[in-house]
Protein backbone atom coordinates (compact mmCIF):
# COMPACT_ATOMS: atom_id res chain seq x y z
CA UNK A 1 0.00 0.00 0.00
CA UNK A 2 1.11 3.33 -1.03
CA UNK A 3 1.66 5.69 1.70
CA UNK A 4 0.91 9.50 2.09
CA UNK A 5 2.08 11.19 5.11
CA UNK A 6 -0.58 13.91 6.62
CA UNK A 7 2.22 16.33 8.54
CA UNK A 8 0.17 18.26 9.60
CA UNK A 9 -0.80 17.01 13.16
CA UNK A 10 -1.73 20.69 14.57
CA UNK A 11 -3.87 22.11 12.13
CA UNK A 12 -0.59 23.75 10.79
CA UNK A 13 0.85 24.11 7.10
CA UNK A 14 4.12 21.98 6.34
CA UNK A 15 7.17 23.53 6.62
CA UNK A 16 9.66 23.93 3.68
CA UNK A 17 12.26 22.06 5.63
CA UNK A 18 10.14 19.20 6.64
CA UNK A 19 9.00 19.68 9.85
CA UNK A 20 5.48 20.62 10.99
CA UNK A 21 4.77 24.06 12.31
CA UNK A 22 2.92 24.60 15.88
CA UNK A 23 0.57 27.09 13.97
CA UNK A 24 -2.41 27.28 17.21
CA UNK A 25 -2.16 23.75 18.72
CA UNK A 26 -5.69 22.20 18.76
CA UNK A 27 -5.55 19.40 21.36
CA UNK A 28 -9.39 17.66 20.56
CA UNK A 29 -7.96 17.41 16.53
CA UNK A 30 -7.52 13.98 14.77
CA UNK A 31 -3.74 14.30 15.39
CA UNK A 32 -1.14 13.32 13.20
CA UNK A 33 -2.38 10.59 11.41
CA UNK A 34 -0.69 8.41 8.16
CA UNK A 35 -3.01 8.15 4.93
CA UNK A 36 -3.32 6.03 2.00
CA UNK A 37 -4.12 6.23 -1.19
CA UNK A 38 -6.82 3.52 -2.20
CA UNK A 39 -10.20 3.39 -4.31
CA UNK A 40 -12.20 6.04 -5.20
CA UNK A 41 -14.99 4.67 -4.16
CA UNK A 42 -17.05 7.02 -1.52
CA UNK A 43 -16.70 6.25 2.45
CA UNK A 44 -19.99 4.96 3.77
CA UNK A 45 -22.35 7.43 4.50
CA UNK A 46 -23.53 8.14 8.17
CA UNK A 47 -26.77 6.60 8.98
CA UNK A 48 -26.03 4.31 6.26
CA UNK A 49 -25.79 0.52 6.79
CA UNK A 50 -22.45 -0.21 7.66
CA UNK A 51 -19.83 -2.06 5.69
CA UNK A 52 -19.75 -5.95 6.69
CA UNK A 53 -16.36 -7.25 7.87
CA UNK A 54 -14.71 -9.35 5.53
CA UNK A 55 -11.26 -10.82 3.61
CA UNK A 56 -10.24 -11.58 7.38
CA UNK A 57 -6.93 -14.20 6.83
CA UNK A 58 -7.33 -14.64 10.67
CA UNK A 59 -8.70 -13.80 13.93
CA UNK A 60 -6.85 -13.10 17.36
CA UNK A 61 -8.59 -13.16 20.71
CA UNK A 62 -12.24 -14.14 19.30
CA UNK A 63 -14.23 -16.22 16.76
CA UNK A 64 -14.96 -14.89 13.41
CA UNK A 65 -17.26 -11.91 13.95
CA UNK A 66 -19.78 -10.52 11.08
CA UNK A 67 -21.48 -7.40 11.88
CA UNK A 68 -24.88 -9.13 10.23
CA UNK A 69 -24.69 -11.36 13.50
CA UNK A 70 -23.92 -8.37 15.95
CA UNK A 71 -27.15 -7.18 15.63
CA UNK A 72 -28.21 -5.38 19.21
CA UNK A 73 -24.92 -4.96 20.17
CA UNK A 74 -22.78 -1.70 19.84
CA UNK A 75 -19.64 -2.40 17.38
CA UNK A 76 -16.31 0.22 17.51
CA UNK A 77 -14.66 -1.04 14.90
CA UNK A 78 -10.76 0.28 14.87
CA UNK A 79 -8.34 0.42 11.72
CA UNK A 80 -4.83 0.14 13.17
CA UNK A 81 -2.09 -1.18 12.21
CA UNK A 82 1.13 -2.43 15.18
CA UNK A 83 3.53 0.04 14.22
CA UNK A 84 2.02 3.01 13.96
CA UNK A 85 2.54 5.12 16.77
CA UNK A 86 -0.72 6.91 16.62
CA UNK A 87 -2.58 3.66 17.11
CA UNK A 88 -0.66 3.28 19.76
CA UNK A 89 -1.06 6.23 21.71
CA UNK A 90 -4.85 5.47 21.25
CA UNK A 91 -4.44 1.47 23.23
CA UNK A 92 -5.35 3.35 26.58
CA UNK A 93 -8.69 4.66 25.94
CA UNK A 94 -9.73 1.44 23.68
CA UNK A 95 -9.16 -0.36 26.73
CA UNK A 96 -11.35 1.77 28.89
CA UNK A 97 -13.66 1.64 26.82
CA UNK A 98 -13.45 -2.32 26.63
CA UNK A 99 -13.26 -2.44 30.36
CA UNK A 100 -16.01 0.07 30.82
CA UNK A 101 -18.87 -1.22 28.30
CA UNK A 102 -18.08 -4.54 27.32
CA UNK A 103 -20.93 -5.98 29.73
CA UNK A 104 -23.00 -3.04 28.63
CA UNK A 105 -22.89 -4.53 25.05
CA UNK A 106 -20.08 -2.98 23.34
CA UNK A 107 -18.14 -5.09 20.91
CA UNK A 108 -14.42 -3.18 19.80
CA UNK A 109 -12.73 -5.09 16.53
CA UNK A 110 -9.52 -3.93 16.03
CA UNK A 111 -9.52 -4.45 12.08
CA UNK A 112 -5.38 -5.18 11.77
CA UNK A 113 -4.35 -3.19 8.13
CA UNK A 114 -0.47 -3.80 7.56
CA UNK A 115 1.59 -1.05 6.30
CA UNK A 116 4.82 -3.12 6.23
CA UNK A 117 5.14 -6.34 5.22
CA UNK A 118 6.03 -7.72 8.15
CA UNK A 119 2.99 -6.71 9.53
CA UNK A 120 0.78 -9.25 7.69
CA UNK A 121 2.63 -11.88 9.72
CA UNK A 122 0.04 -13.76 11.91
CA UNK A 123 2.76 -14.36 14.44
CA UNK A 124 3.99 -11.05 14.90
CA UNK A 125 0.25 -9.38 14.93
CA UNK A 126 -0.28 -11.82 17.70
CA UNK A 127 3.12 -10.88 19.61
CA UNK A 128 2.23 -7.35 19.13
CA UNK A 129 -1.07 -7.85 20.13
CA UNK A 130 0.01 -9.71 23.38
CA UNK A 131 3.09 -7.12 24.35
CA UNK A 132 0.01 -4.11 24.24
CA UNK A 133 -1.93 -5.95 26.29
CA UNK A 134 -5.27 -5.78 23.62
CA UNK A 135 -7.73 -8.21 24.31
CA UNK A 136 -10.35 -7.72 22.39
CA UNK A 137 -11.26 -9.12 18.95
CA UNK A 138 -8.27 -8.80 16.24
CA UNK A 139 -8.94 -9.26 12.77
CA UNK A 140 -6.19 -9.21 10.10
CA UNK A 141 -6.56 -7.27 7.14
CA UNK A 142 -3.98 -8.78 5.08
CA UNK A 143 -5.66 -7.93 1.57
CA UNK A 144 -7.16 -4.46 2.00
CA UNK A 145 -10.98 -6.18 1.80
CA UNK A 146 -12.52 -4.09 5.15
CA UNK A 147 -10.33 -1.41 4.78
CA UNK A 148 -11.75 -0.41 1.01
CA UNK A 149 -14.84 -1.28 2.61
CA UNK A 150 -14.87 1.70 4.20
CA UNK A 151 -12.69 3.43 1.88
CA UNK A 152 -11.01 4.33 4.81
CA UNK A 153 -7.70 6.29 4.31
CA UNK A 154 -5.98 7.00 7.57
CA UNK A 155 -4.18 4.77 11.00
CA UNK A 156 -5.86 5.15 13.36
CA UNK A 157 -9.76 4.85 12.10
CA UNK A 158 -12.86 4.52 14.20
CA UNK A 159 -16.45 3.41 13.20
CA UNK A 160 -19.34 3.09 15.38
CA UNK A 161 -22.42 0.81 14.24
CA UNK A 162 -25.38 0.79 16.26
CA UNK A 163 -27.69 -2.13 16.96
CA UNK A 164 -29.18 -2.01 13.52
CA UNK A 165 -26.17 -2.10 11.91
CA UNK A 166 -26.16 1.12 10.74
CA UNK A 167 -22.82 3.19 11.23
CA UNK A 168 -23.21 6.08 13.22
CA UNK A 169 -20.17 7.89 13.87
CA UNK A 170 -16.86 8.04 12.53
CA UNK A 171 -13.47 9.01 13.74
CA UNK A 172 -9.99 9.64 11.60
CA UNK A 173 -7.22 9.87 13.58
CA UNK A 174 -6.06 10.86 17.40
CA UNK A 175 -7.89 12.88 19.57
CA UNK A 176 -11.60 13.49 20.64
CA UNK A 177 -12.05 10.58 22.73
CA UNK A 178 -14.35 12.18 25.01
CA UNK A 179 -16.31 12.58 22.14
CA UNK A 180 -16.03 9.28 20.75
CA UNK A 181 -16.87 7.98 24.54
CA UNK A 182 -20.40 10.16 24.52
CA UNK A 183 -21.31 8.77 21.30
CA UNK A 184 -20.66 4.97 22.56
CA UNK A 185 -22.37 5.67 25.56
CA UNK A 186 -25.60 7.56 23.35
CA UNK A 187 -26.01 3.87 21.25
CA UNK A 188 -25.76 1.55 23.95
CA UNK A 189 -28.55 3.66 25.98
CA UNK A 190 -30.69 3.30 22.23
CA UNK A 191 -29.46 -0.42 22.78
CA UNK A 192 -31.24 -0.54 26.08
CA UNK A 193 -27.98 -0.61 28.17
CA UNK A 194 -28.71 0.89 31.92
CA UNK A 195 -25.58 3.69 32.53
CA UNK A 196 -27.39 5.87 35.23
CA UNK A 197 -25.35 4.20 37.61
CA UNK A 198 -22.13 5.27 36.06
CA UNK A 199 -20.11 8.20 37.68
CA UNK A 200 -16.79 7.74 35.46
CA UNK A 201 -14.68 11.35 34.77
CA UNK A 202 -14.74 12.63 31.53
CA UNK A 203 -11.98 11.98 29.11
CA UNK A 204 -9.46 14.45 27.52
CA UNK A 205 -6.98 14.09 25.16
CA UNK A 206 -2.94 13.85 25.55
CA UNK A 207 -1.26 16.83 26.93
CA UNK A 208 1.14 18.80 24.57
CA UNK A 209 4.22 19.11 26.38
CA UNK A 210 4.07 22.55 28.19
CA UNK A 211 7.59 24.08 26.39
CA UNK A 212 6.35 22.94 22.72
CA UNK A 213 3.21 25.30 23.48
CA UNK A 214 5.68 28.02 24.85
CA UNK A 215 8.23 27.90 22.19
CA UNK A 216 7.71 30.59 19.55
CA UNK A 217 7.41 28.79 15.82
CA UNK A 218 7.79 25.56 17.37
CA UNK A 219 7.69 22.31 14.43
CA UNK A 220 8.03 18.85 15.72
CA UNK A 221 9.65 16.64 12.74
CA UNK A 222 7.07 15.03 10.35
CA UNK A 223 7.00 11.15 9.99
CA UNK A 224 9.96 10.39 7.74
CA UNK A 225 10.51 6.98 6.10
CA UNK A 226 13.49 5.23 4.59
CA UNK A 227 12.09 3.78 1.61
CA UNK A 228 12.19 4.76 -1.81
CA UNK A 229 8.39 4.21 -2.49
CA UNK A 230 7.01 6.69 0.12
CA UNK A 231 10.04 8.92 -0.60
CA UNK A 232 8.73 9.04 -3.96
CA UNK A 233 5.18 9.52 -3.29
CA UNK A 234 5.27 12.67 -1.02
CA UNK A 235 7.81 14.71 -4.01
CA UNK A 236 5.19 14.12 -6.12
CA UNK A 237 2.80 15.51 -3.70
CA UNK A 238 5.10 18.65 -3.24
CA UNK A 239 6.75 17.61 -0.25
CA UNK A 240 10.89 17.66 0.08
CA UNK A 241 11.08 14.01 0.05
CA UNK A 242 12.31 12.33 3.39
CA UNK A 243 16.16 11.50 2.19
CA UNK A 244 18.05 14.64 0.88
CA UNK A 245 21.57 12.73 -0.53
CA UNK A 246 21.29 12.75 -4.45
CA UNK A 247 23.21 9.25 -4.16
CA UNK A 248 19.74 8.03 -2.84
CA UNK A 249 18.25 8.75 -6.32
CA UNK A 250 20.75 7.00 -8.27
CA UNK A 251 19.71 3.67 -7.99
CA UNK A 252 16.74 1.25 -6.36
CA UNK A 253 16.90 -2.27 -5.00
CA UNK A 254 20.88 -1.26 -4.53
CA UNK A 255 23.41 -1.03 -2.84
CA UNK A 256 24.78 2.50 -2.48
CA UNK A 257 27.87 4.24 -0.92
CA UNK A 258 26.30 7.16 1.02
CA UNK A 259 28.58 10.18 2.08
CA UNK A 260 26.65 12.83 4.78
CA UNK A 261 27.10 16.63 3.63
CA UNK A 262 29.25 18.86 5.85
CA UNK A 263 26.11 21.05 6.80
CA UNK A 264 22.80 18.49 7.23
CA UNK A 265 19.38 19.97 6.74
CA UNK A 266 17.10 19.36 9.60
CA UNK A 267 14.05 16.95 9.48
CA UNK A 268 15.86 14.81 6.79
CA UNK A 269 17.25 11.12 7.17
CA UNK A 270 21.05 10.80 6.03
CA UNK A 271 22.86 7.64 5.32
CA UNK A 272 26.61 7.25 5.85
CA UNK A 273 28.55 4.07 4.41
CA UNK A 274 27.02 1.58 2.41
CA UNK A 275 23.42 0.47 2.66
CA UNK A 276 20.98 -1.42 0.53
CA UNK A 277 17.68 1.00 -0.47
CA UNK A 278 14.50 -0.74 -0.97
CA UNK A 279 10.67 0.26 -1.64
CA UNK A 280 9.84 -0.04 2.04
CA UNK A 281 13.32 0.11 3.98
CA UNK A 282 16.68 0.72 3.59
CA UNK A 283 19.52 -1.77 5.24
CA UNK A 284 22.68 -1.85 6.07
CA UNK A 285 24.60 -2.74 2.99
CA UNK A 286 27.58 -4.52 4.51
CA UNK A 287 28.56 -6.23 8.10
CA UNK A 288 31.09 -3.73 9.94
CA UNK A 289 33.21 -4.07 13.28
CA UNK A 290 33.69 -0.32 14.27
CA UNK A 291 30.16 0.91 13.87
CA UNK A 292 31.16 3.28 10.68
CA UNK A 293 28.14 2.98 9.14
CA UNK A 294 25.19 5.33 10.47
CA UNK A 295 21.75 6.78 10.26
CA UNK A 296 21.34 10.34 11.16
CA UNK A 297 18.83 13.08 11.31
CA UNK A 298 18.16 16.48 12.87
CA UNK A 299 15.41 16.57 14.64
CA UNK A 300 12.29 18.78 17.10
CA UNK A 301 10.20 16.59 19.56
CA UNK A 302 10.11 15.26 22.73
CA UNK A 303 10.27 11.58 21.91
CA UNK A 304 11.78 9.88 19.22
CA UNK A 305 10.62 6.17 17.55
CA UNK A 306 12.27 3.51 15.58
CA UNK A 307 10.47 1.06 13.07
CA UNK A 308 13.46 -1.36 12.53
CA UNK A 309 13.10 -5.12 11.18
CA UNK A 310 14.78 -7.82 12.41
CA UNK A 311 13.74 -11.72 13.48
CA UNK A 312 14.15 -13.69 16.63
CA UNK A 313 17.15 -16.12 14.63
CA UNK A 314 18.94 -12.78 13.55
CA UNK A 315 19.40 -10.31 16.36
CA UNK A 316 21.54 -7.16 16.59
CA UNK A 317 22.50 -4.67 18.31
CA UNK A 318 22.28 -0.47 17.35
CA UNK A 319 24.46 1.55 19.10
CA UNK A 320 22.07 5.38 19.93
CA UNK A 321 23.30 8.40 20.44
CA UNK A 322 22.49 12.18 20.86
CA UNK A 323 24.91 15.04 19.76
CA UNK A 324 27.67 12.52 20.07
CA UNK A 325 26.70 11.35 23.04
CA UNK A 326 25.18 8.34 24.65
CA UNK A 327 21.62 8.70 25.91
CA UNK A 328 20.99 9.20 29.73
CA UNK A 329 18.30 8.20 32.10
CA UNK A 330 17.14 11.58 31.54
CA UNK A 331 16.60 11.19 27.79
CA UNK A 332 16.75 7.35 27.03
CA UNK A 333 13.43 5.88 25.16
CA UNK A 334 12.53 3.03 27.03
CA UNK A 335 13.76 0.50 24.72
CA UNK A 336 17.21 1.70 25.27
CA UNK A 337 19.24 -0.06 27.30
CA UNK A 338 22.53 1.91 29.02
CA UNK A 339 25.69 -0.41 29.27
CA UNK A 340 28.23 -0.91 32.10
CA UNK A 341 30.13 1.42 30.53
CA UNK A 342 27.66 4.10 29.63
CA UNK A 343 27.09 3.18 26.20
CA UNK A 344 23.53 3.58 25.03
CA UNK A 345 21.77 0.90 22.28
CA UNK A 346 18.87 -1.02 21.32
CA UNK A 347 18.78 -4.62 21.18
CA UNK A 348 17.26 -5.56 17.94
CA UNK A 349 14.87 -9.05 18.37
CA UNK A 350 11.40 -8.35 16.59
CA UNK A 351 9.91 -6.04 13.45
CA UNK A 352 8.37 -3.40 15.71
CA UNK A 353 8.07 0.35 16.65
CA UNK A 354 11.32 0.90 19.27
CA UNK A 355 11.50 3.98 21.58
CA UNK A 356 14.58 5.86 21.22
CA UNK A 357 14.52 9.31 22.92
CA UNK A 358 12.53 10.34 25.63
CA UNK A 359 13.56 14.20 26.06
CA UNK A 360 11.94 15.33 29.39
CA UNK A 361 10.49 18.44 27.53
CA UNK A 362 10.11 19.51 24.23
CA UNK A 363 13.62 20.45 22.26
CA UNK A 364 14.99 21.21 18.73
CA UNK A 365 17.71 20.53 16.76
CA UNK A 366 19.33 17.92 17.97
CA UNK A 367 21.28 15.12 15.80
CA UNK A 368 20.59 11.69 16.01
CA UNK A 369 22.66 8.84 14.87
CA UNK A 370 22.04 5.41 14.55
CA UNK A 371 24.69 2.52 13.63
CA UNK A 372 25.46 -1.18 14.14
CA UNK A 373 27.74 -4.06 12.55
CA UNK A 374 24.99 -6.35 11.40
CA UNK A 375 23.78 -6.46 7.50
CA UNK A 376 20.40 -7.23 9.10
CA UNK A 377 19.78 -3.49 10.51
CA UNK A 378 17.16 -2.45 8.29
CA UNK A 379 14.90 0.94 9.12
CA UNK A 380 11.70 1.71 7.56
CA UNK A 381 10.87 4.76 9.81
CA UNK A 382 10.81 7.40 12.11
CA UNK A 383 8.02 8.83 13.95
CA UNK A 384 8.21 11.97 16.64
CA UNK A 385 5.89 13.45 19.69
CA UNK A 386 5.47 16.22 21.36
CA UNK A 387 3.04 15.13 23.83
CA UNK A 388 3.69 14.93 28.03
CA UNK A 389 3.40 11.08 28.59
CA UNK A 390 3.76 7.90 25.32
CA UNK A 391 5.53 7.77 22.40
Known sequence: MTTLAIIQPFGSDKAE??????????????????????PSATPPG???????????????????IALKESRGKV???????????????????????HSRYTDDGLIIVGVHTPEFDFEKDPNNVTNAVGENGITWP?????????????????????????????LRYRHLGEGQYAETEEKIRELLAEAGANLDGDSFPPLSDQDLDPEFLRSLNAEITRELYAGYGRDFSDTQSGGPGFVRQPEYYQDREAVIYFEVPK???AHSIYFSGFWFVGEDLVRHGQATTDYEDYISLIYSARTVNAVLGSTPERPYKVRVTIDGQFLTPENKGDDIVIGENGESYLSVVEPRMYNLVAHPSYT???????SSNSADFELFAFTFGVYTAGP
Open 17 to 38: SGGTSQGQPDTSSTGPSRAQTG
Open 364 to 370: RGHKLRM
Open 263 to 265: EML
Open 138 to 166: VALDNGQVTWDNYSNRVWPAKYLIDQQGV
Open 75 to 97: VLIDFWTYTCVNCIRTFPFLKLW
Open 46 to 64: IGTLAPEIEGILTWINSEP
